[in-house]
């Protein structure tokens, strides 16, 4: 009888990979690489799989097609944020102002690290299926953990003028400004982003730097 190990079934490779990534996360990559170059709709799966050497049918192995690579690419942009508001708002120690600021410092940082600027594709118009909704929904859990911090930390007299929704949606928009400063190449400064946010709360310089501990 031959003891020769048998191969898996569904994971033939082409060729050796060419990075320390394991495969999911190699596929995610060049996913990523590929659909902000070429465009989603234009970049197929078969695609994907020729970038990193291997044969489509391994690809199929981890992900059913490209829409769930989108998925995981955009939720992984929000899903540590998400966890990270979670985190600060068991901290009953914590200023919403400081909580607010801790907030903006990691989620710029997680944009700035995930791969190929995948941020960009947030406005696709296939973001916007029902295969997306979970994203969707994770990102406005996200705006509304800004909110909650944001209206809680602003001055009254902002607070008499904006809700609860707007403040949110106005602080991750603030955040998502790391999106085109990295696609053009400017400096990302997750600290003076914080900042502002703060600002858009109503804090002036010493409020933001009580707040801050600096």
Request: contains cysteine; charged residues 25%; neutral net charge.
């Amino acid at each position: 009888m031959s003891t020769t190990p048998r191969a898996r079934v569904g994971r033939p490779r082409a060729t050796a990979g060419s990075t320390q990534l394991a495969p999911r996360d190699e596929i995610l990559d060049a996913a990523a690489a590929l659909f902000v170059e070429n465009g989603f709709a234009a970049t197929t799966t078969r695609a994907i799989a020729e970038r990193i050497g291997i044969r489509q049918a391994s690809l199929y192995y981890h992900f059913a097609g490209k829409d769930d690579i989108l998925v995981e690419l955009l939720e992984r942009t929000v899903r540590p944020s998400v966890e990270f508001a979670k985190t600060l708002r068991e901290d009953p120690s914590l200023a919403s102002a400081a909580a607010l600021h801790m907030l903006a410092v990691r989620d710029v940082g997680t944009l700035a690290a995930a791969p190929h600027n995948i941020g960009t594709l947030y406005l696709l118009p296939e973001a916007n299926r029902d295969r997306f909704d979970g994203f969707r929904a994770s990102r406005r859990e996200l705006r509304d953990a800004y909110g909650a911090f944001a209206m809680d930390a602003a001055t009254d007299a902002l607070r008499a003028t904006w809700t609860l929704a707007e403040l949110g949606a106005a602080i991750i928009h603030l955040v998502e400004i790391v999106i085109p400063l990295r696609r053009e190449g400017e400096m990302i400064d997750a600290v003076r982003i914080a900042d502002a946010c703060l600002r858009l709360c109503g804090l002036d310089d010493a409020a933001i730097a009580a707040a801050t501990g600096r």
